[in-house]
């Protein structure tokens, strides 16, 4: 292995959605940028890999049109004028191009964060990174880290404090929260599907499930089949992290034992149809979320609470799903809408105890319940471009984040909102906006 260091002034793990905007804003704001990426391309659980839609604000009861603006827009314009095939290749190399785009921003893929190393004021010094396709270990230091791996990998590496599985009633208050347990929502496998126009046989594999009738998938419609079904979940009973292999597995054979039921077990219309694509990269909900100094909670997003350092917003519903996954008897998921989009604060986006460490996307600090609605990529999106915006000031002020003032949030959303990000309540103060 060839061992060498990086430097950078800010340095993100993860290249979802949520660490590609946060790449993105904070060189845009001028400063030197490391983004670590452990798969082949960005984009995370969008990617050509996973193939989920991008969902957001879209959800909002409030505002059912609403979506998100800044970065994560320009792309999907751009995909929009340059994609109308709707390729899920073509929507990683727009990613990729925006970012390699940004002169200050290094691109690691391949590269996973194996370890962290702390300063004696409890800082990130330095992350420890493999990259196996090049022969490769590499030492990189920063002055900011930003945690976007959705796993929280590089916070639980630094000891940061994180929170797997679900919060009981007591525990914030929360009306709806189902726990105290260890249990999440589970995995999904996506598949691509096509109308060939004539008959195709499907002979499953000796090991893919059997769900001979419809009552063996209870509140399971198959309603479109060209793009899989979301509902092929498992795994929310497993460690999301540790038992991976596990759940991939039997994941597959559930993809399979479905596609068998369409195919040979009753008229569901898909005599003619074949599988086209199928995914192997289980598409994760949930898995560790740091916490920081505000832990976003149900009540926080029904009753639209206003926050001062406000600085990105959501608008999914909060939608939870039982851990038995596609064995549970009962329906697959459960929605509470606001009625409107939320604002999600600053205070949710930085570790409360590792001080040089802001974090976005599913890592962001939440309940079980309101990462019902967090964890999805637009969202994520937002709340990346937000972080990258707020590591920069950071950087330029040579400060930690919580040690950022009303003045510093003043001027992050201020920012954001010249960039077109959209924070509720907070009005452009810009006098050239008319």
Same mark, same amino acid.
């Given at each position: 292995?060839?061992?060498?260091?990086?430097?950078?002034e800010?340095?993100?793990?993860g290249?979802?959605?949520?660490?590609?905007?946060a790449a993105?804003s904070?060189?845009?704001?001028?400063?030197?940028?490391?983004?670590?990426?452990?798969?082949?391309m960005?984009?995370?659980?969008?990617?050509?890999?996973?193939r989920?839609h991008?969902?957001?604000?879209?959800?909002?009861?409030?505002?059912?049109h609403?979506? =998100?603006?800044?970065?994560?827009?320009?792309?999907? %314009?751009?995909?929009?004028?340059?994609n109308?095939?709707?390729s899920n290749?073509?929507?990683?190399?727009? %990613?990729?191009?925006?970012v390699?785009?940004?002169?200050?921003?290094?691109?690691?893929?391949?590269?996973?964060?194996?370890?962290a190393?702390?300063?004696?004021s409890?800082?990130?010094g330095?992350?420890?990174?493999?990259?196996?396709?090049?022969?490769?270990?590499l030492t990189?230091?920063?002055?900011?880290?930003?945690d976007?791996t959705g796993?929280?990998?590089?916070?639980?590496?630094?000891?940061?404090d994180f929170?797997?599985?679900?919060?009981?009633?007591?525990e914030?208050?929360?009306?709806?929260?189902?726990?105290?347990?260890?249990?999440t929502?589970?995995?999904?496998l996506?598949?691509?599907?096509?109308?060939?126009?004539?008959?195709?046989e499907?002979?499953?594999?000796s090991?893919?499930?059997k769900? =001979?009738?419809?009552?063996?998938?209870?509140?399971?419609?198959h309603?479109e089949?060209?793009?899989?079904?979301?509902?092929?979940?498992?795994?929310?009973?497993?460690?999301?992290?540790?038992?991976?292999?596990?759940?991939?597995?039997?994941?597959l054979?559930?993809?399979?034992?479905?596609?068998?039921?369409?195919?040979?077990?009753?008229?569901h219309?898909?005599e003619?149809?074949a599988?086209?694509?199928?995914?192997?990269?289980?598409?994760?909900?949930?898995s560790r979320?740091?916490?920081?100094?505000?832990?976003?909670?149900?009540?926080?997003?029904?009753?639209?609470?206003?926050? /001062?350092?406000?600085?990105?917003?959501?608008?999914?519903?909060?939608?939870?799903?039982? /851990?038995?996954?596609i064995?549970?008897?009962?329906?697959?998921?459960?929605?509470?809408?606001?009625?409107?989009?939320?604002g999600?604060?600053?205070?949710?986006?930085y570790?409360?105890?590792? /001080?040089?460490?802001?974090?976005?996307?599913?890592c962001a600090?939440?309940?079980?319940?309101?990462?019902?609605?967090?964890?999805?990529?637009?969202?994520?999106?937002?709340?990346?471009?937000?972080v990258?915006?707020?590591?920069?000031?950071?950087?330029?002020f040579?400060?930690?984040?919580?040690d950022?003032?009303?003045?510093d949030?003043?001027?992050?959303?201020?920012?954001? %909102?010249?960039?077109?990000?959209?924070?509720?309540?907070?009005r452009? =103060?810009? /006098?050239?906006v008319?």
């Open positions: 292995m060839t061992r060498r260091s990086l430097q950078a800010i340095v993100i793990a290249g979802g959605l949520a660490g590609t905007c993105i904070a060189a845009r704001c001028g400063a030197d940028v490391i983004l670590i990426q452990d798969r082949p960005l984009g995370g659980n969008t990617s050509s890999e996973v989920v991008a969902t957001g604000a879209d959800c909002s009861g409030g505002r059912p609403a979506r =998100e603006g800044g970065i994560i827009e320009e792309m999907r %314009l751009e995909e929009a004028v340059r109308p095939q709707r290749s073509m929507w990683d190399i727009i %990613l990729e191009e925006t390699r785009r940004e002169e200050s921003i290094r691109l690691l893929l391949n590269t996973s964060v194996v370890s190393s702390l300063t004696s409890g800082c990130i330095a992350i420890g990174c493999a990259r196996p396709w090049t022969e490769e270990e990189v230091t920063g002055e900011i880290f930003i976007c796993d929280g990998t590089l916070g639980a590496e630094a000891g940061a929170r797997m599985g679900r919060e009981g009633p007591d914030h208050g929360e009306p709806h929260a189902e726990g105290p347990d260890d249990k929502m589970g995995c999904s996506m598949w691509i599907a096509e109308d060939t126009g004539s008959p195709v499907f002979t499953p594999p090991w893919a499930r769900f =001979e009738s419809d009552e063996d998938l209870p509140f399971r419609g309603g089949i060209r793009h899989g079904h979301w509902w092929i979940e498992w795994g929310g009973e497993l460690d999301m992290i540790k038992d991976q292999d596990h759940i991939r597995q039997e994941l054979a559930c993809l399979f034992g479905v596609w068998d039921h369409l195919k040979n077990h009753g008229d219309g898909a003619n149809w599988l086209r694509w199928f995914g192997v990269l289980p598409a994760k909900r949930e979320r740091l916490l920081g100094p505000h832990i976003l909670t149900e009540n926080d997003i029904m009753e639209l609470r206003e926050f /001062p350092d406000a600085v990105a917003h959501g608008g999914w519903s909060i939608d939870t799903h039982p /851990p038995k996954g064995y549970s008897p009962e329906r697959p998921s459960w929605h509470l809408h606001s009625d409107d989009v939320y999600i604060p600053l205070r949710s986006l570790s409360r105890n590792v /001080p040089n460490l802001f974090m976005a996307g599913r600090s939440c309940t079980h319940m309101a990462m019902g609605s967090t964890r999805v990529a637009a969202t994520g999106a937002a709340m990346g471009q937000a990258g915006v707020a590591a920069a000031r950071c950087v330029d040579l400060c930690l984040p919580e950022l003032n009303e003045e949030v003043a001027s992050i959303q201020q920012q954001l %909102l010249r960039d077109d990000h959209f924070i509720p309540n907070v452009n =103060e810009d /006098p050239s008319v």
